[in-house]
Nanobody, 127 residues
Framework: QVHFVESGGGLVQPGGSLRLSCAASGFTFADYAIGWFRQAPGKEREGVSC????????YYSDSVKGRFIVSRDNAKSTVYLQMNSIKPEDTAVYYC????????????????????WGQGTQVTVAS
């Protein structure tokens, strides 16, 4: 059974940093591109980053480009999202999911390509 567990969220001050983790099990992690998504209260879910199977292609949304860094450790079946220079608008529940249609990242995130969602981890930005 495919399972994602996100962790690392919490309360952080503006300008601070957090490192989110997403641990996968139940499938061959290294065969899938993995996406990070977030959903703020009252807003639609947004794709923020994608890393291809070996990390050779990476995508960031404009809202996080230059501040967030995605990486993966296939030996640990884990993908990470390093969040730097955090802003109040980064407040959201962050999720990861596997791309069932591509092994590389395109120039956008198409949410219908992703499945096996984790339960999410809450990030709250407040001073």
């Amino acid at each position: 059974q495919v399972h994602f567990v996100e962790s690392g969220g919490g309360l952080v001050q503006p300008g601070g940093s957090l490192r989110l983790s997403c641990a996968a099990s139940g499938f061959t992690f290294a065969d899938y591109a993995i996406g990070w998504f977030r959903q703020a209260p009252g807003k639609e879910r947004e794709g923020v980053s994608c890393t291809s199977t070996r990390g050779e292609s990476i995508y960031y949304s404009d809202s996080v480009k230059g501040r967030f860094i995605v990486s993966r450790d296939n030996a640990k079946s884990t993908v990470y999202l390093q969040m730097n220079s955090i802003k109040p608008e980064d407040t959201a529940v962050y999720y990861c999911a596997a791309n069932l249609m591509r092994t590389i990242c395109s120039d956008t995130i198409r949410q219908y390509e992703y499945d096996y969602w984790g339960q999410g981890t809450q990030v709250t930005v407040a001073s």
